[in-house]
């Protein structure tokens, strides 16, 4: 059984930082591109940035700048260190992680459960 989980989410004022964090845990060979994903009250879910195995970053227009990511291959473990938070990153923050099973098997989409972000003063 494969599961993806998130952590590091709460209530930070504006200009503030918070760290999230995603690991992947259960009997799998790799994780492959691993990125966080946000879904805000009556709004699509976003992507917010993606990093691969080898360490490529992409990242959404609005966080770019503010946001940094990363990842720990020997934990399995993504990290998404957020900076100068602003009111509109409230959100539920997701993990989505391409996971193979096996060597000699294709990947798939794990999702986790999520984790809220709120940014008020």
């Known amino acids: 059984q494969v599961q993806v989980e998130e952590s590091g989410g709460g209530l930070v004022q504006p200009g503030g930082s918070l760290r999230l964090a995603c690991a992947a845990s259960?009997?799998?060979?790799?994780?492959?591109?691993m990125e966080w994903y946000r879904q805000a009250p009556g709004k699509q879910r976003e992507l917010v940035a993606l990093i691969t195995f080898g360490g490529i970053t992409n990242y959404g227009e609005s966080v770019k700048g503010r946001f940094t990511i990363s990842r720990d291959n020997d934990k399995n473990t993504m990290y998404l260190q957020m900076n100068g938070l602003k009111p509109e990153d409230t959100a539920v923050y997701y993990c989505?992680?391409?996971?193979?099973?096996?060597?000699?098997?294709?990947?798939?989409?794990?999702w986790g459960q999520g984790t809220q972000v709120t940014v008020s003063s």
């Open positions: 259960g009997n799998f060979f790799r994780v492959y591109a």
């Open positions: 989505r992680a391409d996971i193979a099973r096996a060597q000699d098997s294709g990947s798939r989409d794990y």
